[in-house]
């Protein structure tokens, strides 16, 4: 592989489109070279590669080494779609796939996979000069998304991420939220939010704090406010359901069109969610039996609710109460929110806050010191539970990670709260979530840590897409996958995960590293399969990648799961946040301090 | 009587001078001449290979890219097509030995190499290569091994055209070496 440094990367910019950076992946060495002499002609500056898995390296080095990037559609060691997926969850790049197949279907797929244009071979000088557009009008479609948001500059690749949680609320209502105008649409391609918006959650978080009074309190959005929103959500209509009128029906005090819209958004990413895992989970589901999303949800709600007097803020019941509505799910959740945080353990990406941090931790102890007795309650309700907490101990133990070890002694007790209301609670649990449940378990395992990436579900959860989940739902899947994981758990060691690329087709990766809990809802809910070899703690966004790669879905993106990780772990405020912020994790793993950021609710106190 | 010995001497002189220089514009020319033979052959060489259905218009564009910078390109890319396009055939040849009936693997194959003919200008080999597919989707194995024959044969016959192509230009040489004289 002939690597040419970007020496000029920043003159070639200038001459726009003269000097850009292009990267060629194609296992054909005779077209490799062909397409490297005819984009010299074109003039770019060009880096080639006959492998994926170097491409995927190259890019993860530096996200801002390229402009763009011409994959071969068939290629031995990765098929080009999943490389097409990969570079654009993680890098939201342009991508523009190569083929001699010209079939419709072929060039069907790789559209909706995400690419921005199919060539056919023999490509053309004429065709090559003209890509250059691709990246031009990537940067105008974020720059327009963009231009609430007080961070991001427009340049290209970090514009995506206008607001991970507007992008996803875009169908129904940007006119809801105030950041609606902000957030800019992720990916039209890309089904899940894409995690890219490590920027946009930033600044949707500073932009919803900032500008609507950050001292306000933040809302707490309890079981009760929660029902009444689903109530006027379905009342409405999901697709029709605005703010405002949710507002007006909910007729709650204190409560601004802001908190609803924010609110709305998540729930919104969560029924995706929900519905996405759902579909994929129905064995899983099946497998772990009506258990326990509801009466996790119940415990863990009930733990969340216990768990005040430790979270400073009450991010969590935000987020349960959006599971309430969901189902089940929440409650595996909220677990794994309380549980996993423990494991979260700050995220190497992202900066934990220092409220998230804490919370982290607190989640963290709390998983640690709870888990076996967290384990038994789990036992009792839910298998996953169990699971999880054996996740959470692996994975948290491993993270001590800086805060971990002095709040052992908070989760504990909290933990077992939590626990031994999720068991009051088994009953409760919807079937439904049961589905929702394997794959939350999934995902949260996998969320669960970062570090850990992915652990292999052992085929509990077959989502390999959703790993958007919060920490709530890296809960549930920790649960999950706690009972396999524990083979895994080991992984702790985020160093470990040695082949991205190579993840066994384990159907469920689970995110071993989770520790946190769930951090990476997304990931873990993606492999179900027995990813051990990715347990071995994916070090970061590598051993996520290559776990998403196996996954497809991995809409979060490990970058965003890690930096999902950091704030979401962090507290149990965020314990909601975390609900909260599965979704909008998936946008923006950008925040340290996931806690407060989850909720942009504002304080409900 | 001594200046008409010494004029006809002079005379003579100027005589040998004179085809002496003609000798040299001879042979300067014909040297010339065979630079432009040999460039003539290779031209005439490869418009025979373009009429005859062996390259098509994809092998212009390798040729408009060979530039200064890469001032042989075209062979470079070509060796590089054989020695690749060698080893694709031999995994198919292994792949019908052994496992005759994975079409899927054939077919895999035979995209890649397809793919490579396709960028060179490789035109009959790569009308046989979508025929092996053909067979590959039909299932037919003796298609495929029929076909598979066929195609290697396309193959030694366009390698050892493009050989002697090249061989012939390297010959000519740039135009700059034709007018010194062979001497």
């Given at each position: 592989m002939r690597v040419q440094e970007g020496n000029n990367r920043m003159a070639g910019r200038d001459q726009f489109p003269i000097g850009m950076r292009v990267l060629a992946v194609d296992d054909d060495p005779v077209c490799l070279k062909l397409l490297d002499t005819l984009l010299r002609r074109c003039q770019y500056h060009v880096t080639t590669t006959n492998q994926a898995a170097k491409a995927l390296t190259l890019l993860r080095e530096n996200k801002?080494?390229?402009?763009l990037v011409i994959s071969d559609v068939h290629m031995p060691d990765m098929d080009g779609f999943k490389l097409l997926e990969l570079v654009g969850l993680e890098m939201d790049l342009p991508v523009i796939m190569l083929s001699a197949n010209g079939e419709t279907k072929t060039v069907m797929k790789g559209i909706t996979h995400g690419a921005c244009d199919y060539l056919l071979k023999p490509v053309r000088l004429e065709e090559l000069k003209n890509i250059w557009q691709h990246v031009l009008r990537r940067k105008f479609t974020h720059r327009e998304k963009n231009t609430n948001l007080s961070a991001d500059d427009l340049e290209s690749d970090k514009l995506p991420n206008a607001n991970p949680l507007q992008a996803q609320g875009q169908h129904g209502q940007?006119?809801?939220?105030?950041?609606s105008g902000r957030y800019s649409k992720k990916r039209k391609d890309q089904n899940e939010p894409e995690e890219e918006d490590d920027g946009e959650d930033n600044g949707l978080d500073n932009d919803d704090t900032d500008p609507s009074a950050q001292k306000k309190p933040r809302v707490v959005w309890s079981v009760e406010l929660h029902r009444k929103f689903v109530a006027a959500v379905n009342q409405l209509g999901i697709d029709k359901a605005v703010p405002k009128r949710i507002l007006e029906l909910m007729n709650v005090d204190k409560l601004t069109r802001e908190n609803v819209a924010s609110h709305l958004q998540k729930y919104r990413l969560y029924l995706k969610r929900l519905s996405a895992v759902a579909s994929q989970q129905a064995s899983l589901a099946a497998a772990f039996?009506?258990?326990?999303?509801s009466y996790l949800r119940m415990g863990m709600f009930e733990g969340l609710q216990s768990y005040h007097p430790l979270a400073t803020s009450n991010q969590i019941p935000p987020s349960l109460t959006s599971f309430q509505a969901t189902g089940g799910s929440l409650l595996n959740r909220a677990n794994p929110a309380t549980l996993g945080l423990p494991g979260l353990s700050p995220l190497p990406n992202k900066s934990l806050g220092s409220n998230p941090l804490n919370e982290l931790n607190k989640f963290q102890l709390v998983n640690l010191p709870g888990n076996p007795n967290h384990a038994n309650l789990l036992n009792n309700q839910l298998p996953n539970e169990l699971s999880f907490s054996n996740i959470t101990n692996n994975a948290l133990q491993p993270r001590q990670g800086a805060a971990a070890a002095p709040f052992h002694p908070k989760p504990i007790s909290f933990e077992n709260r939590c626990l031994t209301k999720a068991e009051n609670q088994a009953?409760?649990?919807p079937s439904s979530s049961n589905d929702i449940m394997g794959r939350d378990m999934k995902c949260q395992s996998s969320l669960y840590n970062e570090e850990s990436k992915l652990l292999s579900f052992g085929g509990a959860?077959?989502?390999?897409?959703?790993?958007?989940?919060r920490q709530d739902e890296l809960h549930e899947s920790s649960l999950l996958l706690s009972s396999y994981l524990d083979s895994r758990v080991p992984n702790n060691n985020f160093n470990a995960m040695a082949d991205p690329i190579t993840i066994p087709a384990t159907p469920t990766s689970m995110v071993q590293g989770l520790n946190g809990g769930g951090l990476n809802q997304r990931e873990s809910v993606a492999t179900s399969g027995m990813m051990g070899s990715s347990v071995n703690g994916l070090t970061g966004m590598t051993n996520y990648d290559s776990q998403m790669k196996q996954r497809d879905e991995y809409s979060l993106g490990v970058s965003r799961v890690q930096g999902g990780y950091g704030s979401n772990g962090c507290?149990?405020?965020?314990l909601l946040n975390s609900v909260i912020k599965m979704e909008r994790d998936e946008m923006s793993y950008s925040d340290g301090d996931m806690g407060c950021d989850m909720y942009p609710l504002g304080a409900c106190m | 009587m001594l200046m008409i010995c010494y004029s006809l001497y002079l005379i003579h002189n100027l005589v040998l001078l004179r085809y002496h220089l003609l000798d040299c514009y001879y042979i300067e020319k014909s040297n010339r001449m065979d630079y432009v033979n040999t460039r003539r052959q290779a031209a005439s060489m490869r418009k025979c290979l373009f009429d005859q259905g062996y390259l098509d218009e994809q092998f212009y564009q390798l040729e408009d890219l060979q530039d200064d910078a890469s001032p042989n390109f075209v062979e470079e890319v070509v060796t590089l097509f054989f020695r690749d396009s060698l080893r694709l055939m031999a995994n198919i040849d292994q792949s019908l030995d052994k496992c005759a009936k994975d079409f899927n693997k054939l077919d895999v194959y035979m995209q890649q190499l397809k793919g490579s003919c396709t960028s060179i200008g490789a035109s009959k080999m790569k009308t046989e290569c979508t025929v092996f597919r053909d067979y590959c989707r039909d299932e037919n194995i003796e298609g495929c091994m029929r076909s598979f024959q066929k195609l290697k044969r396309e193959h030694s016959v366009l390698r050892q055209k493009l050989e002697s192509y090249f061989q012939l230009l390297r010959q000519a040489g740039p135009i700059e070496c034709a007018t010194r004289p062979s001497k």
């Amino acid at each position: 592989m002939r690597v040419q440094e970007g020496n000029n990367r920043m003159a070639g910019r200038d001459q726009f489109p003269i000097g850009m950076r292009v990267l060629a992946v194609d296992d054909d060495p005779v077209c490799l070279k062909l397409l490297d002499t005819l984009l010299r002609r074109c003039q770019y500056h060009v880096t080639t590669t006959n492998q994926a898995a170097k491409a995927l390296t190259l890019l993860r080095e530096n996200k801002d080494m390229f402009d763009l990037v011409i994959s071969d559609v068939h290629m031995p060691d990765m098929d080009g779609f999943k490389l097409l997926e990969l570079v654009g969850l993680e890098m939201d790049l342009p991508v523009i796939m190569l083929s001699a197949n010209g079939e419709t279907k072929t060039v069907m797929k790789g559209i909706t996979h995400g690419a921005c244009d199919y060539l056919l071979k023999p490509v053309r000088l004429e065709e090559l000069k003209n890509i250059w557009q691709h990246v031009l009008r990537r940067k105008f479609t974020h720059r327009e998304k963009n231009t609430n948001l007080s961070a991001d500059d427009l340049e290209s690749d970090k514009l995506p991420n206008a607001n991970p949680l507007q992008a996803q609320g875009q169908h129904g209502q940007n006119s809801s939220s105030d950041n609606s105008g902000r957030y800019s649409k992720k990916r039209k391609d890309q089904n899940e939010p894409e995690e890219e918006d490590d920027g946009e959650d930033n600044g949707l978080d500073n932009d919803d704090t900032d500008p609507s009074a950050q001292k306000k309190p933040r809302v707490v959005w309890s079981v009760e406010l929660h029902r009444k929103f689903v109530a006027a959500v379905n009342q409405l209509g999901i697709d029709k359901a605005v703010p405002k009128r949710i507002l007006e029906l909910m007729n709650v005090d204190k409560l601004t069109r802001e908190n609803v819209a924010s609110h709305l958004q998540k729930y919104r990413l969560y029924l995706k969610r929900l519905s996405a895992v759902a579909s994929q989970q129905a064995s899983l589901a099946a497998a772990f039996g009506a258990r326990d999303p509801s009466y996790l949800r119940m415990g863990m709600f009930e733990g969340l609710q216990s768990y005040h007097p430790l979270a400073t803020s009450n991010q969590i019941p935000p987020s349960l109460t959006s599971f309430q509505a969901t189902g089940g799910s929440l409650l595996n959740r909220a677990n794994p929110a309380t549980l996993g945080l423990p494991g979260l353990s700050p995220l190497p990406n992202k900066s934990l806050g220092s409220n998230p941090l804490n919370e982290l931790n607190k989640f963290q102890l709390v998983n640690l010191p709870g888990n076996p007795n967290h384990a038994n309650l789990l036992n009792n309700q839910l298998p996953n539970e169990l699971s999880f907490s054996n996740i959470t101990n692996n994975a948290l133990q491993p993270r001590q990670g800086a805060a971990a070890a002095p709040f052992h002694p908070k989760p504990i007790s909290f933990e077992n709260r939590c626990l031994t209301k999720a068991e009051n609670q088994a009953l409760e649990i919807p079937s439904s979530s049961n589905d929702i449940m394997g794959r939350d378990m999934k995902c949260q395992s996998s969320l669960y840590n970062e570090e850990s990436k992915l652990l292999s579900f052992g085929g509990a959860s077959q989502n390999n897409a959703r790993v958007q989940w919060r920490q709530d739902e890296l809960h549930e899947s920790s649960l999950l996958l706690s009972s396999y994981l524990d083979s895994r758990v080991p992984n702790n060691n985020f160093n470990a995960m040695a082949d991205p690329i190579t993840i066994p087709a384990t159907p469920t990766s689970m995110v071993q590293g989770l520790n946190g809990g769930g951090l990476n809802q997304r990931e873990s809910v993606a492999t179900s399969g027995m990813m051990g070899s990715s347990v071995n703690g994916l070090t970061g966004m590598t051993n996520y990648d290559s776990q998403m790669k196996q996954r497809d879905e991995y809409s979060l993106g490990v970058s965003r799961v890690q930096g999902g990780y950091g704030s979401n772990g962090c507290s149990l405020d965020g314990l909601l946040n975390s609900v909260i912020k599965m979704e909008r994790d998936e946008m923006s793993y950008s925040d340290g301090d996931m806690g407060c950021d989850m909720y942009p609710l504002g304080a409900c106190m | 009587m001594l200046m008409i010995c010494y004029s006809l001497y002079l005379i003579h002189n100027l005589v040998l001078l004179r085809y002496h220089l003609l000798d040299c514009y001879y042979i300067e020319k014909s040297n010339r001449m065979d630079y432009v033979n040999t460039r003539r052959q290779a031209a005439s060489m490869r418009k025979c290979l373009f009429d005859q259905g062996y390259l098509d218009e994809q092998f212009y564009q390798l040729e408009d890219l060979q530039d200064d910078a890469s001032p042989n390109f075209v062979e470079e890319v070509v060796t590089l097509f054989f020695r690749d396009s060698l080893r694709l055939m031999a995994n198919i040849d292994q792949s019908l030995d052994k496992c005759a009936k994975d079409f899927n693997k054939l077919d895999v194959y035979m995209q890649q190499l397809k793919g490579s003919c396709t960028s060179i200008g490789a035109s009959k080999m790569k009308t046989e290569c979508t025929v092996f597919r053909d067979y590959c989707r039909d299932e037919n194995i003796e298609g495929c091994m029929r076909s598979f024959q066929k195609l290697k044969r396309e193959h030694s016959v366009l390698r050892q055209k493009l050989e002697s192509y090249f061989q012939l230009l390297r010959q000519a040489g740039p135009i700059e070496c034709a007018t010194r004289p062979s001497k």
